[in-house]
């Protein structure tokens, strides 16, 4: 089934810092989706992307899709103490005829920000 | 608006019990999932539905796990019997209707079951 990579699986950074966080899929993919999940609480949908090389801004946090849509990023420009949590890759495929947008998240990548 | 409900927030079992879940999605929200999370890992999806009917499980333990969603609108899942590895936080999330542009789900609370 779809597997979805993501890089790296902890990040410590100290506050004001850059923190970027990768994932990466073996297969096309037809969309691509962000969560931000805090300690102790449930994911939160950030961003969408759908087309090739999109590229989409929220504040400081920057994200890409690949070329290929086999690959995005998440950028965060001057961390703060507030971005704290785990942050997940979704990717939905339309391989093997499926078309409800079912998601697979990556692994997560752990952002310790520290004062 | 209020957001995706479920009860109960914690539960503790002993191998082979049963358990039950229950989910309240948004309110008009056609499309509920429910993801379980292993610690230290991201959500996996066991059963998606839109309306009532099912549209993906093929990550569902079908021997022993369960799910439905009468009416269309709140949803049951159900562990029968429960084993040591199904110690995980059990996430419901909805969105709006399936759409290929903008599918925004929102997750709730989770309930966290420990199997003893």
């Known amino acids: 089934g779809q597997q979805v990579m993501q890089i790296p699986q902890y990040q410590h950074v100290q506050e004001g810092e850059d923190f970027t966080t990768y994932c990466n899929s073996s297969?096309?993919?037809?969309?691509i989706q962000w969560y931000k999940q805090r300690p102790g609480g449930h994911p939160v949908f950030l961003i969408q992307?759908?087309?090739?090389?999109e590229v989409k801004k929220q504040k400081r946090l920057t994200f890409q899709f690949g070329e290929a849509k086999k690959n995005s990023s998440l950028h965060i420009t001057a961390t703060q103490t507030t971005d704290v949590g785990t942050y997940f890759c979704?990717?939905?495929?339309?391989?093997?005829?499926?078309?409800?947008?079912?998601?697979?998240f990556g692994q997560g990548t752990i952002l310790t920000v520290h004062p | 608006e209020a957001g995706v409900a479920q009860s109960p927030r914690y539960k503790i079992i002993e191998k082979r019990q049963s358990v039950a879940f229950w989910c309240n999605p948004i309110?008009?929200?056609?499309?509920l999932y429910w993801y379980q999370q292993i610690l230290g890992q991201g959500p996996k999806l066991l059963i998606q539905?839109?309306?009532?009917?099912?549209?993906?499980d093929s990550q569902l333990p079908k021997d022993r796990f369960s799910a439905e969603r009468l009416k269309g609108v709140d949803s049951t899942l159900k562990i029968q019997p429960a084993k040591l590895e199904d110690s995980a936080v059990y996430l419901c999330?909805?969105?709006?209707?399936?759409?290929?542009?903008?599918?925004?789900?929102?997750f709730g609370p989770g309930t966290r079951l420990t199997v003893l």
């Open positions: 309110s008009g929200h056609a499309t």
């Open positions: 979704a990717a939905a495929s339309n391989a093997g005829g499926t078309s409800y947008g079912k998601l697979t």
């Open positions: 297969t096309t993919l037809s969309n």
């Open positions: 539905f839109q309306n009532n009917g099912v549209v993906d």
């Open positions: 999330a909805s969105s709006l209707e399936w759409n290929p542009t903008y599918n925004e789900q929102f």
């Open positions: 992307l759908v087309k090739s090389g």
